[in-house]
C-alpha cells in the first residue's frame, strides 16, 4: 500500500503520470490512489518532488 | 448555463494546449465544449513561465501588457564550475509570463469565440461504441454526467488519463521524466536575464533555474531526471541551492510539477486526439511546454473543424493532426531528445569542457540548435551522430 502525506502533497499529477497501473488520479487538489489496481512499483514514490509518498507498513512484503 | 448533451468536439484540460483548441475549433464554426476539473484555471500554476519571443509572438497578433511580468535580454548558463556562458541581445528575446492571467484569458478567449467553458468539471472516462471514442463521462460539482461528442481532445496535462482511456499508452519511464520544484521568491537581486545553473552536484540530469518576475522576484527552480533520484529529493536540492544563493529572499509561493522528456505519445485514434503535455510535447532538453502546447492545440482544432467536414473523424481521418505537428515540433523533438540522451550521461568535467569552449563567444541567438551548433565548431569529441541533426541544411 502507497500512503499519502496530505500535508506535504501539491497536488501536482507527476506521480500520476509514471503510474503504469493507472491506479492514481489527480482530483483538483487531492490526489487518491486505488490499492486494488496498485502493482507496487514504486515509481510514484520515487518521483515525487516531495516525498509525499511513502510504502506503509502494512504492505506485504 | 448548462452542459448541452451533444457537442462537435469536447476539449478536457483547460491549460494553454486545451483553451487554443477550442478556441481555434469554435473560430471554425464548431460546437466546443470545454471542461477544466479545477474551480480556477492556471492555478496553482506548474511552470517557470519562460518562452522565447519568437516562438510565442507568432501565435498572437497581439501580446498583452498583463501576459508578461517581464521581457528578458538573455540567458546565462553556469557550467558546474562556475563558468558562464550568455547568449543575449540588446533587445527582448524571451518573455516570463504570468501565467495565471494568460491562462485565464486563453480560456476567456475559448469562450468569446463560442466555445462553452466549464470549470470544477472533470472528466472521468471516455464514451466508447464500436472502437471509436463518442464522448465525455465526468463529474460535475458532485453530478456524474455523460456527453457526446464526434471528437475529444485530451489536453488533460502531465497526468493526462485521456490517452490511456482510449488505450493509448501515455506513461512516461522515470528516464523520460523530470521531477520538479519551484519558489517564488522575493527580495532578492535579479537582472532581465534567465540563470541556469548545470552539475550533478546540484541537479543531476537536470537543472535549476532563476527566471525572473519583475524588479525583485524570481522563479528559482529545479528538476532532476526521475531515474537519477536517490536518496535526496528535488525539493532538498532546491532547499540547498536557495540557501546558499539567496539567503536573504522571502519564499512567496512553493510549486511541484512534472516535466514530461520523452519522445511524444501516439496523439490520434477513432474520435481522439492528444495535445499539449497530454502528448508529451515538452522539449526533452529545455523542458519548455507552453508554445508545443499552443500550436499543438491550434492543429487540432483546425484538423477536427476538416473532419468533420469531411465527415471522417476516424483514425484515417485524424493522422493529418500527426503529419502537422511533425514537421515542426516532432523535428525539435527528435533532436532533442537525442541531446538530452548524450547530457544527462555526461559528467561535470564534460559539462566543463564544454562551457570552457564557448564562454568567450558572444552568442545573440536564443536556441538550442544555435546553441549547438556553437558547441559542435569547437569540440569534435561530441559524437558525429549528435552532431549531423544540427547541421544546417
Ligand atoms: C516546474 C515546471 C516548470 C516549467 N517551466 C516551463 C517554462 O519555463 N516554459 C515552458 O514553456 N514550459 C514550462 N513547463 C512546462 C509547461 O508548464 C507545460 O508544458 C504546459 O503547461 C503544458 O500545457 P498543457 O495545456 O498541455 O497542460 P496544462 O497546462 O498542464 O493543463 C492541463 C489542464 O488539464 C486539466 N485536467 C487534467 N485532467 C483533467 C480531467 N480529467 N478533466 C478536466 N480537466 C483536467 C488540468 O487541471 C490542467 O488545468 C514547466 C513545467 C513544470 C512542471
Ligand atoms: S507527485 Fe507528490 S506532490 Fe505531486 S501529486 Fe503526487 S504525491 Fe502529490
Ligand atoms: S506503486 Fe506503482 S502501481 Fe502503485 S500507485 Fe505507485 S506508481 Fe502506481
New interface residues.
Given amino acids: 500500500m502507497i500512503s499519502i502525506n496530505r500535508y506535504k502533497c501539491?497536488?501536482?499529477?507527476?506521480c500520476?503520470?509514471?503510474?503504469?497501473a493507472?491506479a492514481i488520479?489527480?482530483?483538483?487538489?487531492w490526489i487518491e490512489i486505488d490499492g486494488e489496481s496498485c502493482v507496487e512499483c514504486n515509481?510514484c514514490v520515487?518521483?515525487?518532488?516531495?516525498?509525499a509518498l511513502e510504502v506503509s507498513d502494512e504492505s506485504k512484503k | 448555463m448548462s452542459l448541452k448533451n451533444k457537442y462537435d468536439v469536447i476539449v478536457v484540460g483547460a491549460g494553454p494546449g486545451g483553451s487554443m483548441t477550442a478556441k481555434t475549433a469554435a473560430e471554425k464554426g464548431l460546437n466546443v465544449l470545454l471542461i477544466e476539473?479545477?474551480?480556477e484555471i492556471g492555478s496553482?500554476i506548474?511552470c517557470a513561465e519562460g518562452v522565447g519571443k519568437k516562438s510565442f509572438k507568432k501565435f498572437f497578433p497581439v501580446i498583452k501588457d498583463e501576459w508578461i511580468s517581464t521581457k528578458m535580454v538573455g540567458v546565462r548558463i553556469y557550467s558546474p564550475d562556475g563558468t558562464l556562458v550568455e547568449i543575449s541581445d540588446n533587445r527582448a528575446v524571451g518573455y516570463i509570463l504570468e501565467r495565471k492571467i494568460f491562462d485565464r484569458d486563453l480560456a476567456c478567449m475559448a469562450a468569446d469565440a463560442g466555445a462553452d467553458v466549464f470549470t470544477?468539471t472533470?472528466a472521468t472516462d471516455l464514451i466508447i461504441k464500436d472502437n471509436f471514442v463518442k464522448g465525455v463521462e465526468g463529474i460535475r460539482l458532485g453530478e456524474s454526467f455523460k456527453v457526446e461528442a464526434d471528437i475529444v481532445v485530451g489536453a488533460d496535462?502531465?497526468?493526462?488519463?485521456v490517452g490511456?482511456w482510449a488505450g493509448i499508452n501515455?506513461?512516461?519511464?522515470?528516464k523520460d521524466?523530470e521531477?520538479?520544484?519551484e519558489y517564488l521568491i522575493s527580495g532578492i537581486p535579479v537582472e532581465d536575464l534567465c540563470e541556469i545553473y548545470l552539475g550533478n552536484d546540484i541537479a543531476p540530469a537536470g537543472y535549476v533555474w532563476a527566471f525572473p518576475k519583475g524588479e525583485n522576484r524570481a522563479n528559482v527552480g529545479i528538476g532532476i531526471l526521475?531515474s537519477k533520484?536517490?536518496g535526496k529529493?528535488?525539493?532538498d536540492y532546491l532547499n540547498e541551492f536557495v540557501k546558499k544563493k539567496y539567503k536573504n529572499g522571502k519564499i512567496i509561493e512553493?510549486?511541484?510539477?512534472?516535466i514530461?522528456v520523452s519522445r511524444p505519445a501516439k496523439t490520434f485514434g477513432n474520435g481522439i486526439m492528444l495535445v499539449g503535455d497530454a502528448a508529451r510535447f515538452t522539449d526533452p532538453i529545455t523542458g519548455g511546454g507552453i508554445t508545443n502546447a499552443i500550436e499543438s492545440g491550434i492543429y487540432a482544432g483546425e484538423v477536427a473543424a476538416e473532419c468533420i467536414k469531411e465527415e471522417d473523424t476516424s483514425e484515417e481521418g485524424l493522422k493529418k493532426y500527426e503529419k502537422r505537428w511533425r514537421s515542426t515540433i516532432g523535428e525539435e523533438n527528435d533532436r532533442s531528445y537525442l541531446l538530452k540522451e548524450f547530457f544527462i550521461n555526461l559528467p561535470d568535467g564534460g559539462l566543463n569542457a564544454l562551457a570552457h569552449s564557448i564562454n568567450k563567444i558572444k552568442i545573440t541567438e536564443l536556441s538550442v540548435k544555435g546553441l549547438m551548433r556553437e558547441l559542435i565548431d569547437k569540440n569534435p569529441w561530441i559524437p558525429a551522430k549528435l552532431a549531423k541533426l544540427f547541421k544546417k541544411k
Fill in positions: 501539491g497536488y501536482c499529477g507527476t500520476v503520470a509514471v503510474c503504469p493507472g488520479e489527480l482530483v483538483g487538489a515509481n520515487k518521483i515525487c518532488p516531495i516525498g | 476539473k479545477r474551480q496553482p506548474r470544477k472533470r496535462g502531465v497526468e493526462s488519463k490511456r501515455t506513461t512516461l519511464k522515470p521524466i521531477s520538479g520544484a526521475g533520484i536517490g529529493i528535488p525539493f512553493v510549486i511541484y510539477g512534472g514530461p
